[in-house]
């Protein structure tokens, strides 16, 4: 079944303990992207990725970290977390064959920072 | 630099009414991308639409249509007929090439369908 998939789908933690949240995807897309969903102000880009080794910051990337050593994965590293980040988060990958392609959405991964 | 505004942050409908969800851009790329996505309370995102800058064709399908008028930077949904299944909250997306695509979200649109 072609999907993305992201791990935990929940998480709460504490001010300052790194964490990752992993992305996968298995449509062999170039494109990755995160998202961080907040009320009232829709999705916002954290960061995207075009390719494998390619990433670029998005709108919001301040406090995170991004990697893409394989096509289908993009981890979202947090390396010092804080309670502003506290948020629903989204992966998401396309193709870009042709020019921005339709966008596969994760299930989420709810964060909280105490 | 980009912007989508959806200026509707709530609308209730009777059911079988039609509603119509505004979308308005800001680009100043020639070259561009607009979505619409559904999130239905159950929290997935849902694509519904692609349009890119070059196609000003209206879309229909079924009880959906999308028009898009570049004169105006818009790019509306109109649900006819809603139904109860229709609410969730509905995201207009812009995507642009600036070496790579970045997108960028309108703030959502919450629709509630009262049977």
């Known amino acids: 079944e072609a999907q993305v998939t992201q791990n935990p789908r929940y998480l709460i933690t504490v001010t300052g303990k790194k964490l990752t949240v992993t992305c996968s995807q298995n449509?062999?897309?170039?494109?990755m992207s995160w998202y961080r969903q907040d009320p009232g102000l829709g999705l916002r880009q954290i960061y995207y990725s075009m390719n494998v080794e390619v990433t670029d910051k998005g709108d919001v990337p301040e406090g995170y970290k991004v990697s893409r050593k394989e096509k289908r994965n993009f981890p979202l590293i947090l390396e010092s977390p804080s309670p502003n980040q506290t948020s629903l988060y989204f992966c998401a990958s396309s193709l870009v064959v042709g020019g921005a392609g339709e966008q596969f959405f994760g299930p989420g991964t709810r964060l909280t920072v105490l | 630099a980009q912007k989508v505004t959806q200026a509707q942050t709530e609308i209730s409908v009777v059911e079988k009414e039609d509603v119509t969800l505004d979308c308005v851009y800001e680009t100043r790329d020639t070259t561009y991308y607009l979505f619409w996505y559904k999130q239905p309370p159950s929290g997935e995102l849902v694509f519904l639409i692609r349009?890119?800058?070059?196609?000003?064709q209206n879309e229909i399908s079924g009880r959906y249509s999308w028009n898009f008028q570049k004169s105006t930077s818009s790019f509306n949904f109109t649900i006819t007929a809603s139904q109860v299944v229709d609410s969730a909250v509905y995201f207009c997306a812009l995507s642009e090439y600036t070496g790579g695509f970045k997108t960028i979200f309108g703030a959502g649109t919450r629709l509630f369908v009262k049977a």
């Open positions: 349009r890119n800058s070059f196609d000003e």
């Open positions: 449509m062999n897309h170039e494109y």
